[in-house]
């Protein structure tokens, strides 16, 4: 079974520009997360999204944004980038069924994106 | 909200030595609890979970009880090899917050020979 797939891996973008990072869940998931790791905050959530829904919400600022289509892959964007959004991104997928509660998440390699 | 104290590193051991890293948690509803682990340039691996009070989680020779009365998971291994250096974090999910673990801020263990 294919595990979580992130694209790209790797990514360098100028200050004011926009980005859009791709995550493939594993199949028959329909949950996907997103994280954002840096060495001063940590892993951070951003969002959650479920059957093309976002279910819930971290407290970032609305330039970052994201959605899922209904093949349940997932996208994120963060639009005006500044440098402190220089991190590892992570997606994790999982099954997360409505009323059932947190299932374990899994999560791909991430994007490591530097912003100059 | 949720939130997680994780026991703070780095920890240096040597090979064979006995590992315990401590987490207690402040959670939402009846979360489920997990342990992942990050090797360098890698993302994030399911080490192991728990969903209900009193369960044991294990994996790899890592082990870590759901104490729901002292609101803790702690991970113990019996004998640490190398390859176990990584870094490790401990994650409750709110059974009310869909999709969210609350890291810790990781506990980076570093085994030498």
């Known amino acids: 079974k294919a595990g979580v797939t992130q694209t790209p891996r790797y990514l360098i973008k100028t200050r004011g520009q926009q980005v859009t990072l791709s995550c493939s869940p594993i199949s028959g998931h329909r949950s996907v997360s997103w994280y954002q790791q840096t060495p001063g905050q940590g892993l951070q959530f951003l969002f959650e999204y479920f059957s093309e829904t976002q279910r819930n919400k971290g407290n970032f600022p609305g330039r970052f944004s994201g959605r899922q289509f209904s093949n349940s892959r997932s996208e994120m964007n963060v639009s005006t980038l500044e440098l402190g959004d220089s991190a590892l991104y992570l997606c994790?997928?999982?099954?997360?069924?409505?009323?059932?509660?947190?299932?374990?998440?899994?999560f791909g390699q991430g994007t490591r994106l530097t912003v100059v | 909200g949720d939130s997680v104290t994780q026991m703070e590193g780095p920890v240096t051991l040597s090979e064979e030595a006995f590992l315990t890293i401590n987490c207690t948690y402040t959670a939402t509803g009846y979360p489920s609890l997990f342990w992942y682990v990050q090797y360098p340039g890698e993302g994030l691996q399911l080490l192991l979970k728990a969903t209900k009070a009193d369960d044991k989680g294990s994996n790899k020779g890592f082990e870590a009880t759901y104490r729901k009365e002292t609101t803790s998971f702690h991970l113990e291994k019996g004998s640490v090899q190398v390859s176990d250096s990584a870094v490790y974090f401990c994650a409750p999910a709110g059974g009310t917050s869909y999709g969210k673990l609350t890291f810790g801020q990781g506990t980076i263990l570093t085994v030498h020979p």
């Open positions: 994790a997928s999982s099954l997360n069924a409505p009323r059932r509660g947190n299932t374990e998440a899994f």
